[in-house]
C-alpha cells in the first residue's frame, strides 16, 4: 500500500497542467471515490478506509431546472422516472416553459456555495461547478425519450426553441458562477451514446445539439474556464466535434464501447482524458491484481509526456462490488500515476 504523503489532494495548479499538458507530477484522480446505488448499505462506515486516497478537485453542484418550483399550468409528470417523465407533453405548452425558467440571477443556491468556494480556494483546490444533463439528457427527461427521439425529424425548430432556450439559461449559471465562485472548470453530461453507437445520428447532434454546445464552449473559454463532459457509451464518431465546441475533458471512455487505444491514439492531443475505470466487470469481477493491470493499460494508453489523463470510477461503483477491488483500483491509481510521472520526467 501507498505512503500516505502521496495521498495528499494535488494543488490547483497540478490540475490544470494535467488539463492543459504542462507536465503534471502526478496523475488526477477526480470522481474515483465515486460510490453508486447500494455501495454505501453494503459496506458502510469501512468506506471511510478510502478517504485516505484523494479526490483532486471539488465540486459545487447545482440543479439548474427546478421542474416543481417553476408552478406550470398543466400537470407536468415531473415525478416519473427519468426516463418515462413527460413534462412537455405537447410543444403547445412550450412558451410557458421557457417563460418560467428559473433566472440565474435570482437563485439562492448559490448562497450556500460562496463559502465552500472560499473554503476551498484556502485549501488550493481545483474547483468544478456544474450539473447532470445538458442539451441530450435533460430534454430527454423534459420530453420523453420516445418524443424526443420522433421530435429530432418531425419538429426541429421546436427542440432548436428549447436548447436555446436552455443554453441561454445554462450560460447565465456560467457567468454567474465565474464572477461568485470563480471555478477553474465546469462540469454537465450528456450520455450520448450506448453500447455500440451515437444514440442519435451524428448528423442530428450536428444540426441540433452542437451549435448549443459551441456557444456554452464559447462562453467558458472566453473566462478561461475547462470544460469536463461525461457521456457514456460510444462517443467516438463525435469526439472531434467535442473538442471543436470547447469541451476539454472526456470522461469516461467507457470499456467495451469505445476502443481506447484508437482514442487515444486519434484525440489526445486535443482532448484530456478522464479514463474511467469499468465498473460493470473490470472491478465487479477482476482479482485485485486484474484491477491493478486495467490501471496501468489505462495509464500507460492515455498518459502522454506532458500529460493529458486524470483517472476515475467509469460511473458510481455500485453493490457487489468487492472492497479489495476498489482498494486496488484507487491505490494503483496512485502508485503506477506517479510512477508513470516520474518515468516522463526523467
Not at 64 to 80: E, K, Q, V
Not at 317 to 341: C, K, M, W
Amino acid at each position: 500500500m501507498i505512503a500516505d504523503e502521496q495521498c495528499r489532494p494535488l494543488p490547483r495548479e497540478e490540475v490544470i497542467k494535467t488539463v492543459e499538458r504542462q507536465h503534471p507530477v502526478r496523475i488526477p484522480l477526480v470522481r474515483a471515490r465515486w460510490w453508486g446505488e447500494g455501495l454505501g448499505e453494503q459496506y458502510g462506515e469501512r468506506l471511510g478506509e478510502l478517504n485516505r486516497y484523494p479526490e483532486d478537485t471539488a465540486t459545487l453542484w447545482i440543479n439548474p431546472l427546478d421542474i416543481g418550483a417553476m408552478n406550470l399550468s398543466w400537470n407536468a409528470t415531473s415525478g416519473r422516472a427519468h426516463d418515462s417523465r413527460c413534462i412537455i407533453d405537447d410543444w403547445c405548452h412550450l412558451d410557458e416553459f421557457i417563460e418560467k425558467i428559473p433566472d440565474p440571477e435570482q437563485d439562492s443556491q448559490f448562497g450556500n456555495l460562496a463559502q465552500q468556494a472560499e473554503n476551498l480556494r484556502a485549501q488550493d483546490r481545483y474547483i468544478l461547478f456544474g450539473w447532470w444533463g445538458l442539451f441530450f439528457e435533460r430534454p430527454w427527461g423534459i420530453l420523453g425519450m420516445e418524443n424526443l427521439m420522433t421530435d429530432y425529424h418531425l419538429e426541429p425548430e421546436q427542440v432548436h426553441r428549447l436548447h436555446s432556450a436552455l443554453c441561454d439559461q445554462y450560460c447565465g449559471y456560467i457567468k454567474r458562477a465565474i464572477r461568485e465562485l470563480e471555478p477553474d472548470g465546469f462540469w454537465t453530461s450528456d450520455d450520448l451514446g450506448h453500447q455500440t453507437q451515437l444514440m442519435m445520428r451524428p448528423d442530428i447532434f450536428r444540426e441540433l445539439i452542437k451549435p448549443y454546445y459551441a456557444r456554452v464552449g464559447t462562453v467558458l473559454k472566453e473566462h478561461g474556464m475547462h470544460w469536463w463532459l461525461h457521456s457514456c457509451g460510444n462517443n467516438t464518431e463525435i469526439l472531434g466535434d467535442l473538442a471543436d465546441t470547447g469541451v476539454d475533458v472526456f470522461h469516461p471512455v467507457q470499456k467495451n464501447t469505445m476502443d481506447e487505444i484508437t482514442v487515444a491514439r486519434q484525440y489526445g492531443d486535443r482532448l484530456t482524458f478522464l479514463a474511467g475505470i469499468d465498473v460493470q466487470h473490470t472491478l465487479q469481477e477482476k482479482s485485485p491484481e486484474g484491477v491493478r493491470e486495467e490501471v496501468r493499460f489505462l495509464i500507460d494508453t492515455f498518459d502522454r509526456p506532458e500529460g493529458g489523463m486524470c483517472i476515475g470510477a467509469g460511473n458510481g461503483i455500485v453493490s457487489g462490488t468487492p472492497f479489495e477491488n476498489i482498494q486496488a483500483f484507487l491505490d494503483e491509481s496512485i502508485r503506477y500515476g506517479v510512477e508513470h510521472r516520474q518515468k516522463f520526467a526523467t
